[in-house]
């Protein structure tokens, strides 16, 4: 468990720690900040438009993070209604926390590239850049699953024809079921997909 590490190795867990908290809570304040781009307030009036973190974490999502080195933020609500797109306007709330990922790690990663050889690669800022750049990935990565109630869910919802209504259906019906067997027993495709795309991410940033 990673709170192991806050005994055996304390930099990393903290910087760790650190880093998820950091790329949850851009990735919920971009919801937030989309929805009321859009014409939205109730992310706003939740007082979910800031950067504030304790605004953004999930009791549960915060022990997870600390016993499993993953976690997550509070859904920030919105409501749809109040879109100026009705259509794509819950997918454009949605892509807005992975997009919000991606630029973190290409704004991480460039720094890393400037900094790496200039320190040494056990250096508590390196680790740190690391850090960042590989929760980045994974929450990019997880959260385009098009499995409610990730993100990637509702962009496929907005881009689903209408005769694919049961398939919409049955995905809001038991998808928070399939995620959760997903996650207990399918973890090595989870690390298969995370590992292909950190590989890519480094290929690019190198």
């Given amino acids: 468990m990673l709170i192991s590490l806050l005994f055996t190795n304390t930099p990393f867990f903290i910087s760790w720690v650190v880093a998820i908290i950091i790329a949850i809570t851009f990735h919920e304040f971009s919801h937030a900040l989309a929805s009321s781009v859009q014409g939205d307030k109730t992310a706003q009036y939740a007082g979910r438009l800031t950067l504030n973190p304790l605004a953004h974490l999930d009791p549960l999502g915060t022990l997870m993070l600390l016993f499993i080195g993953f976690g997550y933020g509070r859904p920030v609500p919105f409501n749809p209604f109040n879109l100026k797109n009705q259509r794509f306007g819950p997918a454009i709330v949605a892509i807005a ?24 690669v056990d250096n508590l800022l390196i680790i740190f850049l690391v850090n960042l750049v590989q929760i980045n990935v994974i929450l990019f990565v997880f959260n385009l699953f098009p499995i409610p109630p990730l993100d990637g869910s509702k962009v496929l919802f907005a881009i689903l024809p209408p005769a694919f209504e049961n398939v919409r259906t049955f995905l809001e019906q038991y998808g928070p079921f399939v995620l959760l067997g997903l996650l207990f027993f399918g ?4 690390r298969v997909v995370f590992d292909f795309f950190l590989n890519l991410t480094y290929n690019i940033l190198s």
Avoid at 97 to 120: C, E, H, Q
Avoid at 187 to 190: C, E, Y
């Fill in 187 to 190: 973890q090595g495709i989870f």
């Fill in 97 to 120: 926390g992975p997009a919000s990922n991606l630029v973190m790690i290409f704004l991480f990663g460039f720094l890393l590239k400037l900094l790496i050889p200039y320190y040494d």
